[in-house]
Each structure stands twice: as structure tokens, then as C-alpha cells.
Nanobody, 123 residues
Framework: QVQLVESGGGLVQAGGSLRLSCAAS????????MGWFRQAPGKEREFVAG????????YYTDSVKGRFTMSRDNAKNTAYLQMNSLNAEDTAVYYC????????????????WGQGTQVTVSS
């Protein structure tokens, strides 16, 4: 079992930055894939970024490439999502997720989820 807790959301002006954190407890994350997802009102939950925890390799959806960076702190069992050049389309509840085996962008395949943190970008 893995427990995930997100933090770092808030209100930011367009063009600004935020850094989200996802603190994990329970089983070691070295066994897992971590993902960031987001869900805007009335829309499907969508993949944002993912990382294979064992080697730190990352992948991103096209709309955030060059703006968002996913990183980790092994000692703290924490994943981060640095978000730069934010725009109104980035407004959503952001979730971190973990899975033992699945590496991909389909949110239903992830077994463990945090509670979510709201990101609001004002234009």
C-alpha cells in the first residue's frame, strides 16, 4: 500500500509558477511509477506527467512539455511538479498517482491516488 498527499496548489496569475509536491508513505516508491494528472470542471481526468521511480525517467503530455518538470527526492519519498508559464487552461485539480507496474497515461490503470490540490490560474 502507498499513501499519497499532494500540496502546493493555489492561485497564480497567468505566466506565473507553482510547484506541487506529492509525499508518499507506505511501500517504497522505488517499486513504483508515479504520475501527475489533472481534472478541470466538466472534463475528463487527463495525464500530465509521469516518472519511473527506479531510474527517474520522465514523460509528459504535449501541452506541458517545456513548461512543466517532474522531479523526485528519494530521501523524502516525494515527487514534485514544477509548473512554469502557467495559463488559464492549466486550471484544474491536480492529483498524483502511483502504480506498481503500469507506465502510461490512462488514469484508470493507476492503483493509488492522492486527494488532489487545486491550481487556479487567473488571466
Amino acid at each position: 500500500q502507498v499513501q499519497l498527499v499532494e500540496s502546493g496548489g493555489g492561485l497564480v496569475q497567468a505566466g506565473g509558477s507553482l510547484r506541487l509536491s506529492c509525499a508518499a508513505s507506505g511501500r517504497t516508491l522505488r517499486m513504483y511509477v508515479m504520475g501527475w494528472f489533472r481534472q478541470a470542471p466538466g472534463k475528463e481526468r487527463e495525464f500530465v506527467a509521469g516518472m519511473r521511480w527506479s531510474d527517474g525517467s520522465t514523460y509528459y503530455t504535449d501541452s506541458v512539455k517545456g513548461r512543466f518538470t517532474m522531479s523526485r527526492d528519494n530521501a523524502k519519498n516525494t515527487a514534485y511538479l514544477q509548473m512554469n508559464s502557467l495559463n488559464a487552461e492549466d486550471t484544474a485539480v491536480y492529483y498524483c498517482a502511483a502504480d506498481l507496474n503500469y507506465i502510461g497515461s490512462v488514469w484508470r490503470e493507476y492503483d493509488y491516488w492522492g486527494q488532489g490540490t487545486q491550481v487556479t490560474v487567473s488571466s
